[in-house]
């Protein structure tokens, strides 16, 4: 037919072309040396020093190549990678950094390697980072750096930091009503992840803990009732913390405190090289760090962050990554870190007198304290289902759509529930 | 029309646009600003103007290079798409055939499942056949969005245009192939190009596969680069604002070029009687 | 409308040859991810305890969604945030685009202008509206109060009800243009001698407006309206940077809500479920569209 002639050659002529570019897409290059792939943070100065702990490495190891592949450092967005690569058993990236709270969960489903064969010596990191990496006993990650929660003061508006949270309460009123800053306390009371980091110092100022010894829930006692009372009240009766931090992540938090409207912030170590910016802080060199008070029969607690590295189950040079991944956990490594990029080791044994005085912003001595008393999250699988249970509950209570009592009874029950279902208790 | 009337309606159309542009307006600020005064009272009048944000875009961060990336993929999405979505629909539009209604339920089911759904799948399959951090691995996926947008919405346009003038030419001898090059397209010039325009934007701003099937620099796209300026906690607000006023310039030429089209067919002539 | 032509076998020969590299890609890439898609939504499939093997459980992953409190309150929301923004992004698209329409033609600028926020990432358009609204520094609080309203003013992001506002202030910031583009290009097809004709018998411009361009512009407004229904149900990123879904689970949407169970809790079996209901939802409301559309056709 003289119509479909037309037709007939253009869509072969489509058909081609599509053909063609596909193909033409799918080709790589062939492969050399053999080559290690490590996903990790790789923004500015961090990307700078990995490259150059790289290359050090690549120079002791030759033929072996290491290519970085960079991933978002939001967290849901890296871990959504992650869960493609390993659900499809890729064999790259070999080497992951992984956040903390997710070593249990990838061992559990067996997408990173058990490491006891190399048998890693876990004594010389601080215990809790040590518990972090294992899962049923065995360890699964080496620690690479930690991160606590910290109470950042203002020394021109107090001689000392409070130890107790009366007596955070009266410093924090008496700021304001002088005038001198509009906000009291600030920390990230947004409805995410960081919610219940800030929850779990105020719990273990108040001598509670998420789960127990026997990993029972434990998050419906008196001690967490106290605890998250004491959070809403200061919103909302003592009003030292302004209800705007409900939507707040770290980034706000640190602007608060930066532009000299708060006279405390609870935040990570990153934010203080950031504070002592001159150029940018309102707050250089009027500010220090300390442990986060704690309540009545309770003690101060840091909740801990951070990062390790694991490797790939599914990659095919499993003894090469392990030894990038003990290169870069060495002390010296971590010592560049923190003159670097100002992130604390996980050894402890670097905190004694010695160069990291001069790599880290705050005093060694003072760090490790804030370290040793870090509390650590639940280490189990579900750990992201449950702090989702715990987050939503949190934030209903502060957003004054539940009672603190009873809506840590519902967290409570979900949560059991979820380990019966489950049938998981944390190991 | 009445001059009273056409005043009326520029003078609204340029209070809508204005109102509408104050965030837009405010984004070009924030980006020349230094960060920390984002955080403190926003203003609309910028205190301080500076261009390290912008600097720091094309000084480390080669941000040509996701441009150039989102432009070849939403290009290439989009005339795929609205080519073959536009034979598509017209056949569904004029052709009475069984399984018509079938083809355009079918088209739009593919669109319903949420990407999320989706990305896992596909990336698996995408693996398979080795096509991850490529261009085609990112247009084949894209194309369950946009061929489901482009054929429903032409089949919308197709239908509003009146059949006598096709009616006429197939009566005096035409195929429907001409019918439809010569008559239909030329009429349809404007739902063409709101169609394209419409479905460009959506492949410039699409996040998740962008992000699951590309691997490196040389491949992502913009908001995937825009996406990967931030560290664990802090976010660079400046390169992230000043990122996205220049990732808009690309389309921002483009919509200039084709918003002509769609006003085009007032001006041709060709719908008279 | 359709050719008065009785159907054919050329015709229908033509039409499918026609439909034929379109179906033929929608087809190839999307029908293993479908099929996929139902079939793990039987199975149950969490990868965060792979002992537990991969078991066939039939509707059990339904069952459970249908029983979920949660999925129910995120398809309320879905199901509200879905009829309001389309609802105002259709009155105020049309609005611009009668209004772009009777704009001297040259004035291209302002029709790119208008297409601006469209143009603008999601997650930055997001971030601004956060900003606007973040109380106390944000420009919603102070326009309140030069307006002196600031008693009336919730904490925004912190009420389960008001934090919609934003939320729904973003989206149809956004995606007006989008409806404005659409019925601006369908009233390009109307004759303009229609009008001319109308004129001559007097009827002034609002009742050309009813009589004439609502009508001829239906079959681009349906158009229109049920895609960016079933845009709006799968709203994902404007909830995500804005609230995260926040206060509580006060603003959480089914996407979101699906995203959590599949990569945040790993159960892909129940993800998958959530999915499909997502799209049965999603594909009656488009189907009664289809019936009302076929309503209209048929007068």
Known sequence: MALREPVLRASIACVSILAAVVLAGSCRGGSGAPVLTISGSAVGREADLLQRQIARFEAAHPPLRIEIQPTPDASDDRHQLYVQWLNAHADDPDVLQLDVVWTAEFAAAGWILDLERFAPALSDFFPAAAESVRWNSRPYALPWFVDVGMLYWRTDLMAEPPRTFTELAGIAARSIASGRVPYGLVWQGARYEGLVTVFLEYLSGFGGRILDERGAVAVDSDAAVGALTMMRDQIVAQKIVPSAVLTWQEEQVRFAFQNAQAAFMRNWPYAYPLLEDAARSRVAGRFAVAAMPAGEGGASGAALGGSQLAVNAYSDRPDAAYALVAYLTEPAQMLERAEAVGQFPARESLYGKGPLAAALAIDPAAAREIISRAVVRPVTPVYAELSEILQIHLHRVLTRQEEPRPGLREAADAMRRLFNRTRLAAS | MMPWSRRLATVGSVAIVAAGLIPVYWTLVASLSPEASLFTAPSLIPTALVFDHYRALFAGLAFWRPIRNSLVVAGTTTVFAVAAGSLCAYAIARLRFRGRNLVLAAVLAVSMFPQIAVVSPLFLMLRQVHL?????????????????????????????????????????????????????????????????????????????????????????????????????????????????????????????????????????????? | MFLSRPRSTADTRLAWLFAAPALGVITTIAAFPVVWTFWESLHLHDLRMPWLARPFVGAANYREAISDPRAWSALAHTIAFTGGTVTLELGVGLVLALALSRTRPGIGVLRTAALLPWAIPTVVAALVWRFIFESPGGFANALLSKAGLMEAAPAWFSD?????????????????????????????????????????????????????????????????????????????????????????TATEPLSLFAFRVLFRDLRFGYGAALSVLVFVVSFSLALLWLRLTRLNEEE
């Open chain 3, 160 to 248: 389960p009800y008001a934090a919609w506002v934003p939320i729904v202030l973003a989206d149809v910031w956004r995606t007006t243009p989008f409806m404005a583009l659409l019925l601006l290009a369908g009233l390009q097809s109307i004759d303009p001698s229609l009008y001319e004709a109308a004129a001559l018998d007097g009827a002034g411009q609002l009742r050309q407006t009813i009589d004439i361009t609502l009508p001829l512009l239906r079959p681009a407004m349906l158009a229109a309206v049920v895609f960016r229904s079933l845009d709006a149900f799968r709203v994902f990123d404007v909830v995500y940077v804005m609230t995260g879904g926040g206060p509580g």
């Open chain 2, 132 to 273: 991850i951090d490529t261009y085609p691995g990112l247009v084949l996926p894209y194309m369950t969005f946009a061929m489901p947008i482009s054929i429903w919405l032409l089949v919308g346009f197709f239908r509003q245009l009146p059949p006598e003038i096709e009616e006429a030419a197939l009566v005096d001898g035409a195929s429907r192939l001409q019918a439809f090059r010569k008559i239909v397209l030329p009429l349809a010039v404007p739902g063409v190009t709101a169609t394209a325009i419409l479905t460009f934007l959506y492949c410039w701003n699409e996040f998740l596969f962008a992000l699951t099937f590309t691997l490196g620099p040389e491949r992502q796209t913009v908001p995937v680069a825009i996406a990967l300026f931030r560290g664990q906690y802090q976010v660079p607000w400046g390169q992230v604002l000043a990122g996205s006023v220049v990732a808009t310039i690309p389309v921002v030429l483009i919509l200039l070029v084709a918003q002509r089209r769609i006003v085009q067919g007032l001006t041709s002539g060709a719908v008279k009687g």
